[in-house]
T-cell receptor, first 112, second 114 residues
């Protein structure tokens, strides 16, 4: 079963605009990760934020984590057409297996 | 190529046939995972290996599914007596031991049962 939900399910923006995606989850976590998936391909890791961190940056990506609200957001700044993809949040729970529980994803379309 | 590789990339099979998929993880990663992804959904966890030991199986993994990881290297996922509902993308991922590590995914095997 899915851990949480992502919002919005689909997002369409113009190149150069910022894109924000939100993720909510249900259980306690070790960390939360964001992945990107191009159509029909595997997932590529974007960024990991630990449960004791509140914000993290990587290039044009900014991730926030609010453990009290069990939510996270991914901001992509100055979007490019090549950012068009599906984006998934995944929680790594406090168990020892390291299995990831994914949300349903946000499909982002960036129009040139 | 030092990434996770999966074979085949695509498989079309008739209902009732058996299929087997292979995953070669990153060689130094102890942990290996199988996930299933249907259209428009996020990946769902199927099973987890640490070295050669299968330590967790999801309730999604019916008795028609079996996975192995002999010698703690590559892994296989077999589906017996395939059903149309088995049509999905099957993803393999590997991770090193330790918390707060990223998972590396293969390109997936897309199964279509006709």
């Amino acid at each position: 079963s899915q851990q949480g939900e992502e919002d919005p399910q689909a997002l369409s923006i113009q190149e150069g605009e910022n894109a924000t995606m939100n993720c909510s989850y249900k259980t306690s976590i070790n960390n939360l990760q964001w992945y990107r998936q191009n159509s029909g391909r595997g997932l590529v890791h974007l960024i990991l934020i630990r449960s004791n961190e509140r914000e993290k940056h990587s290039g044009r990506l900014r991730v926030t984590l609010d453990t009290s609200k069990k939510s996270s957001s991914l901001l992509i700044t100055a979007s490019r057409a090549a950012d068009t993809a599906s984006y998934f949040c995944a929680t790594d729970s406090s168990s020892n297996t390291g299995k990831l529980i994914f949300g349903q994803g946000t499909t982002l379309q960036v129009k040139p | 190529d030092t990434g996770v590789s999966q074979d085949p990339r695509h498989k079309i099979t008739k209902r009732g046939q058996n299929v087997t998929f292979r995953c070669d993880p990153i060689s130094e990663h102890n942990r290996l995972y199988w996930y299933r992804q249907t259209l428009g959904q996020g990946p769902e966890f199927l099973t987890y290996f640490q070295n050669e030991a299968q330590l967790e199986k999801s309730r999604l993994l019916s008795d028609r599914f079996s996975a192995e990881r002999p010698k703690g290297s590559f892994s296989t996922l077999e589906i017996q007596r395939t059903e149309q509902g088995d049509s999905a993308m099957y993803l393999c991922a590997s991770r090193p031991l330790g918390s707060n590590t990223e998972a590396f995914f293969g390109q997936g095997t897309r199964l279509t049962v006709v």
